[in-house]
């Protein structure tokens, strides 16, 4: 079966390829995300939205980083705090409490089943950006167990354990029953 | 001509018919709004929605604050900030760098002409909340030229100056043409 993925990155089309070993292509398509900091939410909306631009089985995905010491925020809404404040003044920002999660949400959505599969990693937000520039906020996320930011592993090592890589063996064992 | 205000706050519609002298019917419509920060777009694919659903001419208002140490972040974003960190919070995350404008816009669409309205207001981030609780962020924001913040003020003292006032007024000079 072939699968759609709407999404403008084409790094997470081919990390989604390797995983799940079927059939993607990459399709670019102009969606309004929805305002929350819910990443579930947010890709639930956009499945759908896809799926009635397309009319194939298709899938999005979202991610959100939540610290803790804002309660949670900005979630699935840091995408708009990197392009504003930027990631340099969001470490200085942040206070004592620098404990975070990372979470990922992949929605499948063939106009009959809209299945959602999310993962997650906790971790803590560095005191400035450190590694190569990759993914947005890459360079401030440490993962628990580690001194490293995801931008100063390899792509390999941070892919053992990434929150979307989780997301996407969920999805990989739902492809697979 | 009759008017549906799709909101889910009174105040607002109290403070429109107010000022526009016509006819408002307020309607409670579950509207997703978009991501993003700016509160023109937001209307704009707001009033879009609403007329979809109820197809009559209808106004929607959002308000934004821009937070100019943020690089204007988090403009019409605000209630997510508002809900999850707080603005006690906020104000204590803000540096020295406290200045901000405070937006609103109103957006009308009647199948056919759709207009944006925005009314503005310069000003600054109180240390701490100050005042009775009233809107979301009334107690935060100090108007460009005053010592107070909105939440301090009479109601009929910030109705004059005010950024949705503003927008209003000017929907109502459309109005009448």
């Known amino acids: 079966m072939k699968i759609y993925f709407v999404t403008s990155n084409r790094h ?6 390797k995983i799940l070993g079927t059939e993607i292509e990459q399709v670019k398509l102009d969606i309004k995300e929805i305002q929350s900091l819910d990443v579930k939410e947010v890709v639930k ?11 194939k089985p298709v899938i999005v995905e979202d991610t959100g980083l939540y610290i803790k010491g804002w309660n949670g925020f900005p979630g699935a809404l ?9 990631i340099k003044k969001l470490c200085k920002t942040i206070g004592r409490k620098r404990s975070a999660m990372a979470k990922a949400c992949v929605a499948y959505y063939d106009g ?28 401030i996320f440490i993962p628990e167990g580690d001194t490293r930011t995801f931008a100063e592993m ?11 890589v989780k997301a996407f063996r969920k999805f990989k064992r739902f492809l697979v029953r």
Not at 12 to 17: C, G, L, Q, R
Not at 78 to 86: A, D, L, Q, T
Not at 117 to 134: D, E, L, T
Not at 154 to 164: A, D, F, G, T, V
Request: glycine residues 6%; hydrophobic residues 30%.
């Open 12 to 17: 997470k089309v081919e990390e989604a390829k």
């Open 45 to 55: 909306d956009k499945a759908k939205e896809a799926y009635a631009k397309l009319k």
């Open 78 to 86: 840091i995408s708009w705090v990197v392009k504003s404040m930027g």
């Open 112 to 139: 009959k089943n809209l299945k959602i599969f999310c993962g997650q990693i906790k971790g803590r937000i560095s005191k400035k950006p450190r590694g190569k520039k990759r993914f947005d906020w890459d360079r």
């Open 154 to 164: 390899s792509l390999e090592e941070k892919n053992r354990i990434s929150h979307r």
